[in-house]
Nanobody
Framework: VQFVESGGGLVQPGGSLRLSCVAS????????VAWYRQAPDKAREFVAS???????NYADSVKGRFTIARSNGDRTVYLHMQSLRPDDTAIYYC????????????WGQGTQVTVSS
């Protein structure tokens, strides 16, 4: 499976965005899927995950501001982001959740989110 991320852009602090991640094939067999991000000169970090049972998990830095969702029929994983801050600026990627899978699938190109006034 491969993922293609979209929906990023330039937004002012306090604004909102919805990211989408479409898989090349069904994600019904992927128990856990997740969003990650990588800011300039920083390591890639976990943002949020969701299981087939719709159990969600969030990084402390985004808890209460971001919401992850999945639509298995549409092969899509979403990340709804609100109350965005400059430190949310990063390239956002989706992939499997390593808590449930032995290895990542190939990384996509990601989608750039820039939060700036």
């Amino acid at each position: 499976v491969q993922f293609v991320e979209s929906g990023g852009g330039l937004v002012q602090p306090g604004g909102s965005l919805r990211l989408s991640c479409v898989a090349s094939k069904s994600i019904s067999s992927l128990y856990g899927v997740a969003w990650y991000r990588q800011a300039p000169d920083k390591a890639r970090e976990f943002v949020a995950s969701i299981t087939l049972a719709t159990t969600t998990n969030y990084a402390d830095s985004v808890k209460g501001r971001f919401t992850i969702a999945r639509s298995n029929g549409d092969r899509t994983v979403y990340l709804h982001m609100q109350s965005l801050r400059p430190d949310d600026t990063a390239i956002y990627y989706c992939n499997v959740d390593r808590a449930y899978h032995d290895h990542y699938v190939p990384w996509g190109q990601g989608t750039q989110v820039t939060v700036s006034s």
